[in-house]
């Protein structure tokens, strides 16, 4: 990585997986980014939580990676907070309360499904327990309705621990089965990256070309396919899920045929 630090200032890091794996860090990174930014680069954590940059920051605190190993943090909880204004404000809420943030200092209701317009989906209600095979009945009732989902996290699963957990992106897959309109925030969707974009500039005092910037990620269909979407190049991280490792291979050698993948790893490593 320190090679790659002198050929990509900028840095667009994925935050589950890649820097701590729910419960704790992971100190090879952490020290990555924290060398990184100590010669003059930056770091953006770009991250398909629903939470908003302030929400995911305070919950990196309470995990304790350290603030100086990233700038700041972009995730699709910001793209989301925009596309939820967008609506009439009556939205009925799916996912658990820990995402309430999302709503904080807008001018939106949090109504109850029969008097809802759109349907903002930030997860499972209980995600600790659940998978999307729970919510047949109620995705069936949403899309009876009518209702546009605005998914506030393309992920599907992450692990968290030793233990898999579903996220919004498996509900919204569910429901566009069904037929159901969906709008999709985050990785690996060009509205985030445009985010990025603007919150590097503004720390570095220019536009950054896409030439300059590394994505890091270890999500074949999010943070590669998102970084290959955008001309970047990118290092795969696979050693954090092993099972996904056919997959991703699929997924690059015929999908993603142009994906600039500069290494491929288990770790970060200086």
Same mark, same amino acid.
């Given at each position: 990585m320190r090679d790659l630090s002198s050929l990509y200032p900028v840095w667009f890091?994925?935050?589950?997986g890649v820097v701590h794996d729910g419960h704790a860090p992971y100190a090879a990174t952490v020290d990555c980014l924290q060398r990184h930014r100590r010669a003059?680069?930056?770091?953006?954590?770009?991250?398909?939580?629903?939470?908003?940059? &302030? +929400? $995911?920051? !305070?919950?990196?605190?309470? &995990? +304790? $990676?350290? !603030?100086?190993a990233y700038d700041t943090a972009v995730t699709s909880g910001d793209v989301t907070r925009d596309l939820m204004q967008q609506t009439d404000g009556r939205l009925f809420h799916l996912g658990p309360q820990r995402d309430l943030s999302i709503f904080?200092?807008?001018?939106?209701?949090?109504?109850?499904l029969e008097q809802a317009s759109a349907v903002i989906c930030t997860g499972l209600f209980h995600d600790d327990r659940e998978t999307p095979e729970d919510y047949?009945?109620?995705?069936?009732?949403?899309h009876a309705r009518g209702l546009t989902m605005i998914c506030a996290n393309p992920d599907k699963v992450v692990r968290k621990g030793g233990r898999l957990q579903y996220c919004?992106?498996?509900?919204?897959?569910a429901y566009a089965a069904l037929g159901g309109p969906v709008q999709m925030a985050g990785k690996p969707f060009a509205p985030i990256y445009d985010l990025a974009r603007r919150r590097a500039a503004t720390i570095r005092d220019h536009?950054?070309?896409?030439?300059?910037?590394?994505?890091?990620?270890?999500?074949?269909?999010?943070?590669?396919r998102g970084a290959a979407r955008q001309g970047?190049?990118?290092?795969?991280?696979?050693?954090?899920?092993d099972e996904e490792v056919a997959k991703a291979d699929a997924v690059i050698r015929t999908a993603l045929p142009g994906a600039n993948i500069v290494r491929t790893v288990e770790r970060l490593d200086w």
């Open positions: 890091v994925d935050i589950w003059g680069r930056c770091v953006i954590l770009v991250s398909n939580s629903p939470r908003s940059t &302030i +929400g $995911v920051s !305070r919950q990196l605190d309470e &995990i +304790g $990676v350290a !603030r100086d904080d200092g807008l001018s939106i209701a949090r109504v109850p047949r009945v109620l995705l069936a009732d949403i919004a992106g498996a509900l919204a897959e536009d950054v070309p896409i030439s300059a910037i590394l994505a890091i990620g270890d999500g074949p269909d999010t943070d590669i970047m190049a990118c290092v795969f991280m696979t050693g954090l899920h």
